[in-house]
């Protein structure tokens, strides 16, 4: 059996068993990566642990770090109460609605991961004083998503841009690549329209899905609003309060880091797991929160599963899996023959769905030297098409493990079929959005 093929079972009986849920998501993925290293000879073994040391993964480690001692000091409280007396806050679906839009903004600008790492604790505090009124895992859901499409809308918003940027580069005449805001153009339209989901048919799939009237709602919410409930003045009088100053100068330091690092000559030194580690470091080193607290407190499953996931998509990408799946969706609908607006309602639609159970960098840096051959030979720009790519390599929304932001909210007691249930539904109505606006806009 070719290894391609066997890439694609191990990764189809991985999602069974994510959606079956019976085992921690964690013993899953372990098994997943072992069995790609173990049963695929492209797949190296290192490839299983290879991912505890991305930057992504250590960014994650150290941001819970810092937001831990945003809490362990008193600064978050104070933030999230200034938050929850706004007029954002004074209803659920505002709030979701607020809290989606700053992600999107955000993320188009810094670290997705790092966006969604700042707000979850606010998220958790304003819930917790609302009296009821706002629930964080409703809220998160949508903030992580909005961080996501977010990271779409400029070519420095995600990784997978530049992948898509630099197969380009390669081709003579289009050394320049895209611009910064090559992708607002299709990309806007989307971010708008994701945020009037979360106002209408969004938020009632957040209810109707996650259920929060039952008596579950909150099983393994690290961040549910009753375990901040008691978090009053009081709690924190014995605080020193230059610990609160310090723990809240280091957060606003990440989030200029986490900016800063994607610009020369700045990225030289810095990328988002060095952010991450500066961070908790700081918080550390002065002792706003102890090094037993704020490792004892960090969900060591859900790092488990960030760190080991990304075997399956190296599977699928190394073994040819990926492309062998592209090869045949395009030339069913024609290859070089198709149509151009068929051909890029097709691409849409091929890379939305792949980077859902791909990494999005191999996403991109697999179908740009597919369509951009594809594009010449009709002769057209391969310009649209990379645009395209890029942009919709950023709408894994509808698993669990199909970009680092979603791992990284599960927290918050997510379900592998949520994101299906919730995510899935955004994902048609994006991959519309965005076909429709690349045909008349691009070309």
Request: hydrophobic share 55%; glycine share 10%.
């Given at each position: 059996?070719?290894?391609?093929?066997?890439?694609?079972?191990?990764?189809?009986?991985?999602?069974?068993f994510?959606?079956?849920?019976?085992?921690?998501?964690?013993?899953?993925?372990?098994?997943?990566a072992?069995?790609?290293?173990?049963?695929?000879?492209?797949?190296?073994?290192?490839?299983?642990?290879?991912?505890?040391?991305?930057?992504?993964?250590?960014?994650?480690?150290?941001?819970?770090v810092?937001?831990a001692?945003l809490?362990?000091?008193?600064?978050?409280d104070?933030?999230?109460?200034?938050?929850?007396?706004?007029?954002?806050?004074?209803?659920?679906?505002?709030?979701?609605?607020?809290?989606?839009?700053?992600?999107?903004?955000?993320?188009?600008?810094?670290?997705?991961?790092?966006?969604?790492?700042?707000?979850?604790?606010?998220?958790?505090?304003?819930?917790?004083?609302?009296?009821?009124?706002?629930?964080?895992?409703i809220?998160?859901?949508?903030?992580?998503?909005?961080?996501?499409?977010?990271?779409?809308?400029?070519l420095?918003?995600?990784?997978s841009?530049?992948?898509?940027?630099?197969?380009?580069?390669g081709?003579?005449?289009?050394?320049?690549?895209?611009?910064?805001?090559?992708?607002?153009?299709?990309?806007?339209?989307v971010?708008?329209?994701?945020?009037?989901?979360?106002?209408?048919?969004?938020?009632?799939?957040?209810?109707?899905?996650?259920k929060?009237?039952?008596?579950?709602?909150?099983?393994?919410?690290?961040?549910?609003?009753?375990?901040?409930?008691?978090q009053g003045a009081?709690?924190y009088?014995?605080?020193?309060?230059?610990?609160?100053?310090?723990?809240?100068?280091?957060?606003?330091l990440?989030?200029?880091?986490?900016?800063?690092?994607?610009?020369?000559?700045f990225?030289?030194?810095?990328n988002?797991?060095?952010?991450?580690?500066?961070?908790?470091?700081?918080?550390?080193?002065?002792?706003?929160?102890?090094?037993?607290k704020?490792?004892?407190?960090?969900?060591?499953?859900?790092?488990?599963?960030i760190?080991?996931?990304?075997?399956?998509?190296?599977?699928l990408?190394?073994?040819?899996?990926?492309?062998?799946?592209?090869?045949?969706?395009l030339g069913?609908?024609?290859g070089?023959?198709?149509?151009?607006?068929?051909?890029?309602?097709?691409?849409?639609?091929?890379?939305?769905?792949l980077?859902?159970?791909?990494?999005?960098n191999?996403?991109?840096?697999?179908?740009?030297?597919?369509?951009?051959?594809?594009?010449i030979?009709?002769?057209?720009?391969?310009?649209?098409?990379v645009?395209?790519?890029?942009?919709?390599?950023?709408?894994?929304?509808?698993?669990?493990?199909?970009?680092?932001?979603?791992?990284?909210?599960?927290?918050?007691?997510?379900?592998?079929?949520?994101?299906?249930?919730?995510?899935?539904?955004?994902?048609?109505?994006?991959?519309?959005?965005?076909?429709?606006t690349?045909?008349?806009?691009?070309?």
């Amino acid at each position: 059996m070719a290894s391609s093929t066997v890439a694609i079972i191990i990764i189809a009986v991985t999602i069974a068993f994510f959606i079956w849920n019976k085992f921690p998501m964690s013993v899953v993925s372990m098994a997943g990566a072992v069995a790609m290293a173990m049963l695929v000879p492209e797949v190296e073994l290192s490839a299983v642990y290879e991912g505890f040391s991305a930057p992504g993964w250590i960014m994650v480690v150290g941001m819970c770090v810092v937001s831990a001692a945003l809490f362990e000091t008193g600064v978050a409280d104070r933030i999230g109460n200034a938050i929850g007396n706004s007029w954002w806050a004074k209803s659920e679906r505002r709030f979701v609605v607020a809290a989606s839009a700053c992600c999107t903004i955000m993320s188009a600008f810094m670290s997705n991961n790092g966006t969604v790492a700042i707000w979850m604790p606010l998220i958790a505090v304003v819930a917790a004083a609302s009296a009821g009124k706002i629930r964080s895992k409703i809220v998160i859901f949508a903030a992580g998503t909005g961080a996501i499409i977010g990271g779409g809308t400029t070519l420095i918003g995600s990784t997978s841009q530049l992948a898509a940027n630099s197969v380009l580069q390669g081709y003579k005449g289009y050394e320049a690549g895209l611009g910064v805001f090559d992708m607002t153009k299709i990309m806007l339209p989307v971010c708008i329209v994701q945020i009037i989901f979360w106002g209408t048919i969004g938020y009632w799939l957040l209810k109707k899905v996650l259920k929060p009237e039952d008596p579950h709602f909150n099983d393994g919410n690290m961040y549910a609003e009753e375990l901040f409930a008691d978090q009053g003045a009081d709690k924190y009088a014995d605080v020193p309060k230059w610990k609160g100053n310090v723990a809240l100068g280091t957060m606003l330091l990440c989030i200029v880091l986490f900016v800063i690092q994607g610009f020369k000559p700045f990225s030289n030194f810095l990328n988002i797991g060095l952010v991450g580690m500066i961070g908790a470091v700081i918080v550390i080193g002065t002792g706003c929160i102890s090094v037993k607290k704020a490792y004892a407190d960090l969900p060591w499953d859900v790092f488990i599963v960030i760190g080991t996931v990304s075997t399956l998509g190296t599977g699928l990408d190394v073994t040819g899996g990926g492309k062998m799946i592209a090869d045949f969706v395009l030339g069913f609908f024609g290859g070089s023959n198709a149509s151009v607006p068929i051909l890029t309602v097709v691409i849409a639609v091929l890379c939305s769905v792949l980077t859902n159970v791909m990494s999005n960098n191999a996403t991109a840096a697999m179908l740009c030297p597919i369509c951009i051959p594809m594009a010449i030979a009709l002769g057209i720009s391969p310009i649209p098409w990379v645009i395209l790519i890029a942009a919709t390599s950023n709408f894994a929304i509808a698993t669990s493990y199909g970009t680092a932001v979603n791992i990284q909210i599960l927290p918050a007691g997510y379900k592998f079929m949520d994101f299906v249930k919730i995510g899935g539904p955004l994902l048609i109505i994006s991959i519309i959005v965005v076909a429709i606006t690349a045909n008349m806009i691009l070309f």
